[in-house]
């Protein structure tokens, strides 16, 4: 690619990438505000729908990878003008990605309330958990199936179709929510918590039946999988396999957090709940720029345009703590009222207003870990990111948060751990891109 990266190019891929990357924190987002501010049981509802959230996002996130791996091997394809090459690549990993998902609904169907107890929950709150997890798993293979299909749009430098059908899945998930949680008197009954859990499985499986539809509708890419496996299987599986401890390390840092907020109290990990779940939210709206930074990435990799590829970077540095600060800003002038969107109980709200403002303040940090994520996801340097957030978790995360919480700064001490592993996460990834690519730069 000879001619620069415009603002305009970006954006044609990073705003359709940003929509339909808050497909999934949507549903989780409208099941705790409907949840929330439901009559019966509502702060335990709250409470087990955070814990349980935590846990899918991590399965979703460790079997999640397939879009990045796919995503960054079409695109060097296509920047090296050979995308026929790999074809036949996205059919084999989704039917390989969605048989282990069947895998994992098996093993961890029967054991959910040994595997909620992990985090701290009993009583109440973990009959909750047992009983949304058991019905929202099952949307589990839709999910791994779209983020796959999604990868393979990504490849071919298209946002556009996965932002609509984004948009159709968070859109039946809000109507269902209200239909199924509250119920319509005389035709079908409330079923609270249960009925939030069945909106996102229906929302999930809508999602997958149009990603399948405008695949095969738009691309010439098949969806049924066909031996040998094409001779990318293996660095794809590789990629994978970095991804995946990558993504272990992650959650370790997400599991230490949740399991702290709920030894802390109900009121606590409610609390917990919200700020997380818009911490969510926030990430994946910076995941639009990421994703603009994994497609052009690789294929910029691929084409061996160093120059443009270093001229994006600092493009998307600049994009990047933008939208963190816009962020930050819109959060703080909702301040109060996001609160009242979630929950009702005041000791929640007061706990929630204590640290959300550290959630806004870590929003640009935010942006530079996550844009540089993605910018080495479509590299295809997945060892080096396993590298750096083994080290985030394992030497910043973990020691930390134990000893804040040897402080007794609960919540705070959560949300300030977090902002250290952010920093630690993306700082390293900004020195190591400078320090390769500008020598290659200025050297073609």
């Known amino acids: 690619m000879s001619t620069s990266i415009t603002l305009k190019q970006i954006n044609k891929l990073a705003i359709p990438a940003l929509i339909s990357g808050v497909s999934e924190p949507i549903l989780s987002l409208t099941d705790a ?31 999640g990878q397939t879009r990045s791996a796919i995503s960054s091997i079409i695109s060097q394809y296509l920047g090296a003008g050979n995308v026929n090459a790999v074809k036949n690549l996205p059919a084999q990993a ?10 994992i609904i098996a093993i961890t169907y029967p054991l959910a309330s040994h595997i909620f107890r992990l985090y701290n929950a009993s009583g109440d709150i ?10 929202r798993v099952l949307g589990f293979p839709f999910t791994l199936f779209t983020i796959a299909v999604f990868g393979t749009f990504r490849g071919l430098q298209n946002t556009y179709f996965p932002m609509l059908i984004a948009i159709s899945g968070a859109l039946a998930n809000i109507v269902l929510d209200f239909i199924f949680v509250y119920g319509i008197k ?3 009954p409330a079923m609270h918590i249960e009925g939030a859990a069945y909106a996102s499985v229906i929302a999930q499986l809508i999602m997958a039946l149009l990603s399948a539809y405008y695949l095969l509708k738009k691309t010439d890419i098949p969806l049924v999988a066909k031996l040998p496996f094409n001779p990318e299987m293996k660095r794809f599986t590789l990629m994978i396999l970095n991804l995946f401890i990558r993504t272990i390390a992650l959650n370790i840092a997400l599991y230490f957090g949740t399991s702290f907020a709920t030894k802390y109290g109900e009121s606590y990990i409610a609390a917990y709940t919200i700020a997380i779940n818009l911490w969510f939210l926030g990430a994946f709206l910076i995941d639009g720029y990421a994703s603009a930074g ?6 910029l990799f691929g084409a061996k345009d160093y120059k443009n590829l270093l001229e994006l970077s600092n493009k998307l540095i600049k994009y990047g703590i933008f939208v963190g600060l816009f962020i930050g800003v819109i959060g703080a002038i909702f301040y109060y009222p996001l609160g009242n969107l979630f929950s009702n109980d005041q000791k929640v709200l007061k706990e929630f207003y ?6 806004l303040a870590m929003q640009p940090l935010c942006a530079l ?6 910018v080495f996801k479509g590299l295809g340097k997945m060892k080096y990111l396993r590298n750096v957030l083994l080290f985030s978790t394992l030497v910043i995360f973990v020691p930390v948060i134990f000893w804040v919480d040897s402080l007794d700064y609960k919540l705070y001490g959560i949300f300030i751990t977090f902002t250290l592993w952010i920093i ?5 990834l900004i020195i190591k891109f400078r320090k390769t690519f500008i020598p290659l730069a200025q050297n073609t």
Request: proline letters at 1%; hydrophobic letters at 55%; aromatic letters at 14%.
């Open 294 to 299: 994994n497609i052009l990435s690789g294929k």
């Open 369 to 374: 870990a996550f844009i540089f994520d993605g």
């Open 424 to 428: 630690a996460r993306g700082l390293p």
């Open 33 to 63: 505000a409907i949840i929330g501010n439901m009559e019966h049981n509502a702060t335990t509802s709250l409470a087990a729908v955070g814990i349980v959230t935590t846990f899918l996002s991590m399965l979703i996130w460790v079997l």
């Open 186 to 188: 005389g035709f079908i």
């Open 354 to 359: 204590k640290v959300f403002w550290i959630v």
């Open 126 to 135: 973990l009959n909750y958990s047992v009983d949304y997890y058991q019905i």
């Open 94 to 103: 989704i039917f390989v990605i969605t048989t282990l998902s069947l895998v």
